[in-house]
């Protein structure tokens, strides 16, 4: 039941209403070295259904199917010696749980929630849930790499919705650009931060537990998880001055206090097993006074006014005042993490950004609001409704690069359905009698 839970808490994310456990009876199927249990048929249908807002309807047939083709994608994976990375795999594991505990208040809820008895065995699943999915979107890109679209196949695919009446419709979406100050720390607090992790460096040294030091001191929100513990490698999504710290030194060792754009950390090297450290670390992150933040925002509000006042183009502001890095180049224009462009669909945007931006016109800037990184770092920001754009139906001149992605997707939806169609018949597939009678779109039962 634990495997069950923790499929559908990762495939779907958490109903927080949805707790009532799931019962196993049997194994649904067989694919490769892959099993699917009836139970898992149903965690993943209510999930869906829930995610869904109750306006999907799927019978077990089609939803065990869909199963079935994530297995078959793993199985093949592995086969073709597909490689994952495993810091990826770690990072997101951490993220997952970070997230979840701090949704139920802490990790004993969520062990209790999920049926686990201790965090380890509850991260072992994770990762082995985290691991199969990342073959699984590793196989696919494989799969698809070669393909691309044409725009006479664009307007082809276009053309049919508009015949079969299946033009989708396109939600209310707008582009924003940012101007942001960050809260920095006086040099008097950096230096305080610095000293304070030498002197932990040297109680270590002098015979305390560094585990301990990271529980009672690090900012790092994983550490109630994880203690400050990480296995890296030097290709592992860490920031460069972390694998730097991590590769310089020998087993035992403490680093000297190092920056990164998280704060200020020391290392230590536990183990070095081949190309992976074990490590352990303690983030501290200099906190700014009241009267420091005070004068940041003070000094956005005036570049707002300035701005409204036309005494400066926003564009040229960002450039002269925005100390984001990733946006102080391109005129301050966010980017969605979703979708990879510039657009925010107004219906499934964060709910904070969506109260601050919901009401302004376009061309309107929002008031100086305080915001706050995952890592715990503060800034002040402003935003610029650049463009509006209201629900409509797809058009295919104004929303090209959206119906040239669903023609592209459906592409290779169509070539990974053929592959499939072609490895079911050399891969060792076994249906339990129950859903042999099921009409399954591909030849599962090899008629």
């Known amino acids: 039941m634990k495997r069950i839970l923790m499929i559908a808490f990762l495939a779907y994310g958490i109903h927080m209403g949805a707790q009532e456990k799931v019962k196993i009876d049997g194994v649904a199927t067989v694919v490769g070295d892959n099993i699917v249990l009836d139970s898992e048929i149903d965690a993943f249908k209510q999930e869906l259904i829930q995610q869904s807002g109750g306006q999907i309807e799927i019978s077990d047939c089609e939803m065990l199917e869909q199963i079935m083709n994530r297995k ?103 582009e924003l650009s940012q101007i942001v100050l960050n809260i920095e720390p006086s040099q008097e607090e950096v230096d305080k931060t610095i000293e304070r992790l030498k002197e932990i460096k040297k109680e270590v040294e002098e015979g305390g537990n560094f585990k301990m030091k990271a529980i009672l001191y690090s900012d790092d929100p994983g550490v109630t998880q994880n203690s400050g513990f990480y296995s890296i490698e030097r290709n592992s999504p860490f920031v460069k001055e972390f694998k730097e710290a991590a590769f310089s030194m020998e087993e035992g060792e403490i680093s000297q206090p190092f920056k990164s754009d998280f704060g200020y950390h020391i290392l230590m090297v536990e183990k070095i097993k081949g190309k992976q450290r074990d490590v352990y670390h303690i983030l501290m992150q200099p906190k700014a006074d009241d009267a420091v933040a005070q ?148 030849n599962w039962v090899k008629n």
Request: aromatic fraction near 8%.
């Open 295 to 442: 004068a940041i925002r003070d000094s956005l509000n005036l570049y707002r006014e300035q701005i409204l006042k036309l005494e400066i183009p926003f564009e040229e502001a960002v450039l002269k005042y925005s100390q984001d890095k990733d946006t102080r180049l391109s005129a301050g224009v966010l980017m969605n993490p979703v979708s990879g462009d510039t657009h925010f669909d107004l219906t499934r945007m964060d709910p904070e950004l969506y109260a601050k931006v919901s009401n302004l016109k376009e061309g309107e800037i929002s008031e100086v609001f305080l915001d706050q990184t995952r890592q715990g770092l503060k800034m002040y920001k402003i935003l610029l409704l650049k463009s509006r754009t209201e629900a409509h139906t797809a058009d295919l001149a104004q929303d090209y690069v959206k119906i040239m992605e669903l023609a592209l997707q459906k592409k290779k939806s169509e070539s990974i359905e053929k592959w499939s169609n072609e490895k079911i018949m050399d891969t060792y597939v076994n249906i339990n009698d129950v859903y042999t009678e099921c009409d399954f779109k591909s």
């Open 72 to 174: 078959l994608l793993a199985h093949h994976a592995v086969i073709d010696s597909i490689v994952v990375n495993e810091g990826e795999i770690q990072q997101q594991v951490q993220r997952k749980t970070d997230y979840f505990t701090q949704q139920l208040g802490s990790p004993e809820k969520m062990l209790e929630l999920y049926g686990f008895d201790n965090m380890k065995e509850l991260r072992d699943e994770l990762y082995r849930v985290e691991k199969e999915g990342l073959l699984i979107e590793k196989m696919q890109q494989q799969l698809t790499a070669d393909i691309d679209i044409t725009p006479e196949e664009v307007k082809r695919y276009f053309n049919s919705l508009e015949t079969e009446g299946n033009l989708p419709e396109i939600g209310a979406e707008i």
